[in-house]
């Protein structure tokens, strides 16, 4: 079965940095592209980043660019983001998420979220 768990959330204060992760299995992990998409409480969903098959094209959401890096290591089957210089406005529940080779950009396979907070 495909699995996604995320980890890593918490709370973090302004300016600071987290990296969440997520580790997948029941599929051919290095075969995907995979998202992050976060949800802030009480609003939708958006998309954050997205990173190709081998890590080598990435491609960012303009309200974490610069900030955040999406990362993978197909030996661990682990996506990662980095998250750096920190706002309120980036607490959210974090998802990765499979890309659907045959339907893309239906992501077809999600986490169930890890709750990152940014306060003081």
């Known amino acids: 079965q495909v699995q996604l768990v995320e980890s890593g959330g918490g709370l973090g204060q302004p300016g600071g940095s987290l990296r969440v992760s997520c580790e997948a299995s029941?599929?051919?992990?290095?075969?995907?592209?995979m998202n992050w998409v976060r949800q802030a409480p009480g609003k939708g969903l958006e998309w954050v980043s997205v990173?190709?098959?081998?890590?080598?094209?990435?491609y960012y959401a303009d309200s974490v660019k610069g900030r955040f890096t999406i990362s993978r290591d197909n030996a661990k089957n682990t996506l990662y983001l980095q998250m750096n210089s920190l706002k309120p406005e980036d607490t959210a529940l974090y998802y990765c998420?499979?890309?659907?080779?045959?339907?893309?950009?239906?992501?077809?396979?999600w986490g169930k979220g890890t709750l990152v907070t940014i306060s003081p």
């Open positions: 998420a499979r890309g659907d080779l045959s339907r893309w950009p239906y992501l077809d396979y």
């Open positions: 029941g599929f051919t992990f290095s075969s995907y592209y």
């Open positions: 990173i190709n098959t081998n890590g080598g094209s990435t």
